[in-house]
């Protein structure tokens, strides 16, 4: 079982819709990111949180620690937001450690 | 600075041929970490580095790989004799402790 475990794998929606993704963790953590990544390889990083709920536009992240889980919800999605999304924490070892990523198809 | 860069970003190279990565992290880092992302997984640790000091490798990283940051700023990865296998994205990454992570663009490795 991995350590970090993501869910759905992929998701498609039509535009408007509210996206949720999320993210389980089995080790302890200090803090996890949420990262996307666009077809071509870059690496973005969205939230880093290590509590509670952090909000940018239209992407909402929240952390649940003693549940060993994340959510990151986009409200009104746009094709735009069409990318992988990525759920990463930082593990006692000292290094991130990556869920497989959700692949997220908004249809105009 | 502009943030975490890696050169090439593409390479395509005959199997057999060795290869060499750069990842010039942001300046004030003093971490920085090497992760392989094949086609359809989230990436995968390699090494890391604090300052020049490499305190982790993975299994994965086999003898043929080595990694270096010599002055504790840019780094270098490379692969001996490249096997087909070793086509993937590299993913370089730098932060202060644990800090966000800022990942470069990546470097695309073909072995054909």
């Known amino acids: 079982k991995n350590e970090v475990e993501q869910s759905p794998q992929n998701l498609t929606a039509q535009e408007g819709e509210f996206i949720t993704i999320n993210c389980s963790y089995s080790?302890?953590?200090?803090?996890l990111h949420w990262l996307q990544q666009h077809p071509g390889g870059g690496i973005v990083s969205l939230f880093m949180?290590?509590?509670g709920k952090k909000k940018h536009g239209r992407l909402i992240a929240t952390i649940n620690i003693q549940e060993k889980h994340s959510s990151l919800h986009i409200t009104a999605s746009h094709p735009r937001d069409s990318a992988v999304y990525i759920c990463?924490?930082?593990?006692?070892?000292?290094?991130?450690?990556f869920g497989q990523g959700t692949r997220l198809t908004i249809n105009p | 600075d502009t943030g975490v860069s890696q050169d090439p970003r593409h390479k395509i190279t005959k199997r057999g041929q060795n290869v060499t990565f750069r990842c010039d992290p942001i300046?004030?880092?003093?971490?920085l970490y090497w992760y392989r992302q094949t086609l359809g997984q989230g990436p995968e640790f390699l090494t890391y580095?604090?300052?020049?000091?490499?305190?982790?490798k993975s299994r994965l990283l086999s003898d043929r790989f080595s990694a270096e940051r010599p002055k504790g700023s840019f780094s270098t990865l490379e692969i001996q004799r490249t096997e087909q296998g070793d086509s993937a994205m590299y993913l370089c990454?730098?932060?202060?402790?644990?800090?966000?992570?800022?990942f470069g663009q990546g470097t695309r490795l073909t072995v054909v």
């Open positions: 990454a730098s932060s202060e402790g644990q800090a966000g992570a800022f």
């Open positions: 080790v302890g953590i200090s803090a």
């Open positions: 949180l290590s509590s």
């Open positions: 990463a924490v930082w593990g006692g070892a000292q290094k991130l450690v």
């Open positions: 300046s004030e880092h003093n971490r």
């Open positions: 580095f604090q300052n020049e000091a490499q305190l982790e």
